[in-house]
């Protein structure tokens, strides 16, 4: 085979690398935002309670608080996990974007000698 078509099957190759890889990377930020808005959400609840007698609100205010405590910090241990994947992931598809760029270079510079 020709050093071109080698070439141009290679630059296929880690084109298709690049778009999984970035589809791989677009989802890890998803995940990242969607536990983002929740932690977000949970912290913007309302905290107060009416048309109950003041003790039992005082209760029902605590247990929210106490289960938000709680979830607020599983959350956190999830946004941390997920950073840590996103970051992995934006490592690979910058690595798959510079095999591309420099297939991309070979090949102009092949293109060039001829």
Not at 13 to 32: M, P
């Amino acid at each position: 085979m020709s050093k071109a078509r080698d070439l141009s099957r290679l630059s296929k190759v880690a084109q298709l690398t690049l778009d999984h890889r970035l589809g791989q990377l677009r989802a890890s930020a998803a995940e990242v935002e969607r536990s983002r808005m929740q932690l977000a959400s949970i912290n913007a609840s309302a905290r107060t309670v009416e048309d109950i007698a003041p003790v039992t609100a005082e209760r029902v205010v605590l247990s929210y608080e106490r289960w938000a405590d709680v979830r607020r910090s599983e959350l956190n241990l999830v946004i941390a996990r997920q950073t840590v994947a996103w970051m992995e992931a934006r490592g690979e598809a910058q690595a798959a974007f510079g095999r591309v760029q420099a297939l991309q270079g070979l090949a102009t510079r092949q293109k060039e000698r001829k």
